[in-house]
């Protein structure tokens, strides 16, 4: 009984560090402020890719989608009446380039739990203005290290990753943290 505090302690130390998101600026101050802070500023076009390095991880994480991570990004953005309709001139567009994919399998996610490593994906986000100059950058890394039965699902892990991802690129682009 007396190591009950302690397990508890323990268990919520795990549970806070299983699943994480990080947002790092542009050092260069200029593209550091959101550029959709201002009402009513808009994309007219989104642009998801890979890198290099993130198209060679796939043949080891095939459960990754890029189309879905992109249409969570679109519902977000969507919403938050930050993207327009697509293909619409003279506004800004916003790219994304999926740098890290990581993606555990199901066997070794329930069965492993955090100790299998963490889900993760890694991308950059540019914003340009119409005339194709950078107004914002900066890197997103959300990971996810949750097992068991109840975390260890792909569908649970994946869904959590593509809205997380979606979530902080809003929450960046225009300045606000949600919870």
Known sequence: MRFAPFAAAFTALLLLSACAADITRSADSALARPHFAEQGRQAGQLRLSLSNDATK??????????????????????????????????????EILVTDVRVRSNFSAVMFGFMAGDNRIKGEVLVRAPSGVAVQQFTISVSYALGGLAGGQDDARMSWLYESFAKKVVEELTGTTKS
């Open 57 to 94: 991880q796939l043949t080891e994480n095939l459960k990754f989608n890029q189309n879905t991570l992109l249409d969570n990004i679109r519902r977000a953005l969507e919403a938050s009446n930050i993207l327009t309709k697509e293909g619409v001139g003279g506004l800004a567009s916003i």
